[in-house]
């Protein structure tokens, strides 16, 4: 059974960074691409970021290029988001998702699931 679980969400200022964290079970992880989809109250599941099993190759939202960056340890079935100048906008739910083969941008290609960590900026 395949389980992704989320860590590293937390309440903070604009400005301030976060690391998440997933960590993936159940899976060759070394296998799959990973993605990292974000969802605020009233809106639908929005990309943020995603990247190709080996780590060459990553997608990332346009409106969170160049202050995000994903990444992954596959010795650790782990892929990370590290977020920097954080803004209100940035507010949500935020969900690691995996697929096997190529890496997308499309969210609905992705088909495991984790439950999501709360992110919340402040201004």
């Known amino acids: 059974q395949v389980q992704l679980v989320e860590s590293g969400g937390g309440s903070v200022q604009a400005g301030e960074s976060l690391r998440l964290a997933c960590e993936a079970s159940g899976v060759t992880f070394s296998r799959c691409a990973m993605a990292w989809v974000r969802q605020a109250p009233g809106n639908e599941r929005e990309f943020v970021a995603a990247?190709?099993?080996?780590?060459?190759?990553?997608y990332y939202g346009d409106s969170v290029k160049g202050r995000f960056t994903i990444s992954r340890d596959n010795a650790k079935d782990t892929v990370y988001l590290q977020m920097s100048t954080l803004k209100p906008e940035d507010t949500g739910v935020y969900y690691c998702?995996?697929?096997?083969?190529?890496?997308?941008?499309?969210?609905?290609?992705?088909?495991?699931w984790g439950q999501g960590t709360q992110v919340t900026v402040s201004s």
């Open positions: 990247i190709s099993w080996d780590g060459h190759t990553t």
């Open positions: 998702a995996s697929k096997l083969g190529l890496v997308h941008h499309v969210v609905r290609e992705y088909k495991y």
